[in-house]
């Protein structure tokens, strides 16, 4: 239905997050990017890119450190 676990809608935007989560590479992931890193990172969301069923909000991919792309961005914030 489009809803974020939180229920949250059109969460969607031109471009998947880049976090500073880090995280463990999946073996699938190991084998799409073909690299030989130790630090891989949490990307989170959809993009323009991504098909209909991994458009969500929710979506989490395990990527390397050096990963690039067009539709990935990342949000400035900071803490209180």
Do not use: H
């Not at 990307?43 to 390397?64: D, H, I, M, N, T």
């Amino acid at each position: 239905n489009g809803r974020s676990p939180v229920g949250a809608l059109q969460m969607i935007g031109n471009a998947k997050e880049f976090t500073a989560d880090p995280t463990a590479p999946t073996a699938l992931a190991i084998r799409n990017y073909a690299v030989d890193e130790t630090a891989w990172y949490a990307v989170k969301g959809g993009s323009y890119k991504s098909r209909l069923a991994e458009a969500v909000a929710f979506a989490v991919e395990p990527v390397p450190a050096s990963y690039s792309g067009p539709d990935l961005g990342f949000r400035c914030a900071r803490d209180k």
